[in-house]
């Protein structure tokens, strides 16, 4: 948070605050400025997951029950990371009949950089970043598995879930106590079961046991933070799902009867409800 006033220290007219003055005192101690490389590095270095989150939408972004998909669909030329491009590459495409593979052009890039502008507004310790980076790593091909098919597959969902809890404990362990991890496991098993309920007594008309598998990691994450938070994240989700609702039936792209995944909505409130928390 930028915070005015004027250094006491300082002569008239030498007045900063913020990032501006850190660097001005590492100067005066004679410490050497912070290469302005360094994000840029940062950045590039992240880049590099998205041939591996590429592949992951492309492997797991088939209707349920299906095989997961290990080529193109119109001639089966295999894809896989020994091999990136161009079908994990930006342009997204066979490299034999140029055909679309898994997620379109542009979606995982904006998707992570989305990702990686989240973290870098987060606050909290080092644990909670990185706790946050790990359900991130995973959230970003869940969102875009669960658009294209509705289907949150357990291979994301499940290590998603196992490593932000783990984070969390590790978290706990160094410093932050006991209740907040303790917190944070009730609240995630408390919203997988709750959604799982829905399923049970209204069938095709309640959550799906995807979004209960994915609620385990956003909930634990959202109860680290205390229950307002949880329920913040809870009402932005229905919220967004709600207003996204209202205009595709205002527009005529669907109807009453048609079954919006909720995945995307979930994670996206989650992260909105983290990015608030105090």
Do not use: N
């Not at 496991?185 to 079961?193: E, K, N, P």
């Amino acid at each position: 948070m930028l915070q005015s006033g004027t250094h006491r220290d300082r002569p008239a007219g030498r007045e900063m605050t913020g990032r501006g003055l850190r660097a001005a005192d590492r100067t005066a101690a004679g410490e050497a400025p912070a290469p302005v490389t360094r994000p840029l590095v940062r950045l590039l270095a992240a880049l590099t997951l998205v041939p591996v989150l590429r592949l992951a939408v492309a492997r797991y972004a088939v209707p349920p029950g299906s095989a997961d998909r290990a080529g193109c669909d119109r001639l089966a030329a295999p894809i896989g990371l020994d091999l990136p491009l161009p079908a994990l590459g930006p342009v997204a495409r066979c490299p034999a009949c140029r055909a679309r593979v898994g997620a379109p052009p542009g979606a995982v890039e904006l998707a992570l950089l989305a990702a990686l502008a989240v973290l870098a507004l987060a606050g909290g310790s080092a644990g909670e970043r990185l706790a946050l980076a790990w359900w991130l790593a995973w959230a970003v091909p869940l969102a875009l598995v669960d658009a294209a098919v509705h289907r949150l597959p357990d291979r994301l969902s499940y290590p998603a879930a196992a490593g932000a809890w783990a984070l969390l404990g590790l978290t706990a362990l160094t410093g932050a106590g006991a209740g907040p991890w303790l917190r944070a496991t009730l609240a995630g098993l408390g919203l997988a079961l709750a959604f799982a309920a829905t399923t049970l007594l209204l069938g095709s008309r309640g959550f799906g046991l995807g979004d209960a598998k994915l609620a385990l990691s956003a909930g634990a994450l959202l109860g680290w933070y205390g229950w307002p938070v949880v329920l913040a994240g809870l009402v932005l989700a229905f919220t967004l799902s709600a207003l996204v609702s209202l205009a595709l039936l205002a527009t005529r792209r669907a109807c009453w009867s048609s079954h919006l995944p909720f995945g995307p909505f979930l994670i996206l409130a989650t992260t909105l409800a983290l990015l608030l928390a105090p």
